[in-house]
């Protein structure tokens, strides 16, 4: 019988041996599971990172363009993409639950939503030019953006879809998988990315389109891959992937239940952000490429703990439903330890080795103006210095309360900062140092949802959170 309210009181248990090897058990199950989740999200970051940076060698315009429209491209995604990457999650718990068949019928309900939003993503690029025009975008801004989002909507639906399937893997754990499908569609990406941007041989040189469709040749080979990967035999038997072929109400509408705060989540923080962005786009081509490049290291420093959070997400499921509250706990407690030590290395980073990070983007074909942007990016290095270590604080708590099923607080704290950052930032606008004034509100933003997420994950209330039926 499994004991949901934590471990058995066996005359071993409370020993202080018995707590160090279940405390090292943890962080060991974290690591399994976390590091090629890093990896793949790291691999992931730096292909954004090459991207851009190969769109500055080739036009600095083109990479100011890009991360505007690259902003606003993940807005658009970030709400069914939120739904279904809550996937992972719910095959966990079903996982921990012993509830293994269950697992394909769950899965093809995440693919259904990829099919539902095809409408969405046409009207969404058809109307490109007009989006950046209300934002208030310079005006030789708005074609590279307009373009390079067009482009990019033609890989929305095998995004949604890679995050769906990728789902089935994190959540069974086979995280390997997911790293090394995430390190050939990086390969593939960077590939495409030099081919289409500069041109070789019989391909023309396109720039920031070349970039767009290098962004979508990747997106759907890792659609492709997981594909043929999930629809291999050996696993029809354990989860029933092809049996489970079929519309199921009911569990479509648990999986919105829980997944669709998750994507207002991802929809209200990515729309702040953005906001942001697209206010400093307004300030020139030269505060907008500060801000991309310190952005672009952020990222790096950013989205590997993506994949820390998706371990703290996927192992509290099944833990709450395996082994109980206080196992769970401490698997949170080895990923909070893990972002800790690998946010506090870029921390470092920030402050003493700015020059030799911002010397990757020297390049003689963009002159005066990208040497004034590199000069103030070493200055807004600093604020994220400030915010980073928080950033992988509330990535991860927020990662866990999803995994326990909390999601609609996680969508309540994430809506009342963004929105209150947002409110902030534009009710206080001074006319002076503008730029610096915007990335003092995302600092506070950052810092009020680490706050906000540990107050939660504290009061123990995701403790006896469960997102499946059980019959115990």
Known sequence: MIDLNGPSNSSTEGTPVASQRKHDNAVKEVLHIALPLMVSTGTFSLVL????????????????????????????????????????????????????????????????ITFLTLPLFLVLGLSAETLFQITGQPSDLIPHQARYFQILMFGAAGMLLEVALSGFFSGTERSRVIMWV?????????????VLIFGAGPVPELGIAGAAIASVLAIWFKA?????????????????ILAG?????????????FGFPAGLMHLVESGGFTAMMLRIGTL???????????????MVAFIPLVGLSIAASVLVGRHLLESGPREASKRVAASIG???????????????????????????????????????????????????????IQLILAGALRGAGDTWFVL???????????????????????????????TGWIIMLAIAM???????????????????
């Not at 079929?246 to 919105?256: I, Q, S």
Request: net charge neutral.
């Open 224 to 240: 492709f891959c997981y594909i043929g990967l999930v629809l291999r035999p050996k696993f029809e038997n354990r989860y029933q």
């Open 454 to 472: 540990s107050l939660r994950f504290m009061q123990g209330r995701w403790k006896s959170m469960r997102m499946i039926e059980t019959t115990n």
């Open 245 to 257: 072929f079929t519309w199921d109400t009911v569990v479509f509408k648990r999986l919105l239940f």
């Open 338 to 392: 893990l972002g800790m030590v690998y946010s506090g290395a870029w921390l470092i980073a920030y402050l003493l080795l700015p020059d030799t990070l911002l010397n990757l983007y020297r390049s003689e074909a963009n002159g005066a103006e990208s040497l004034e942007a590199m000069i103030i990016a070493r200055t807004l290095f600093k604020f994220i210095a400030c915010y980073v270590v928080f950033d992988a």
């Open 49 to 112: 990172f090459a991207d851009r940076t190969l769109l500055l060698w080739y036009d600095g315009i083109s990479m100011s363009a890009a991360m505007a429209a690259g902003n606003l491209f993940w807005v658009c995604l970030c709400l069914p993409v939120g739904i279904v990457s809550m996937t992972g999650a719910v095959i966990s718990q079903h996982i921990g639950a012993g509830q293994d068949k269950q697992v394909g019928r769950l899965l093809w309900q995440s693919v259904w």
């Open 182 to 194: 995430s390190v050939a569609t990086g390969l593939v990406n960077l590939i495409a990315d030099f």
């Open 412 to 442: 309540l704290a994430g809506f009342t900062v963004s929105v209150l950052a947002v409110a902030v930032g534009y009710g206080f606008e001074p006319a002076e140092q503008q730029l610096l004034w915007w990335w003092s509100v995302l």
């Open 284 to 298: 020139g081509d030269v505060s907008l490429r500060a801000t991309t490049m310190a952005i672009n290291f952020n």
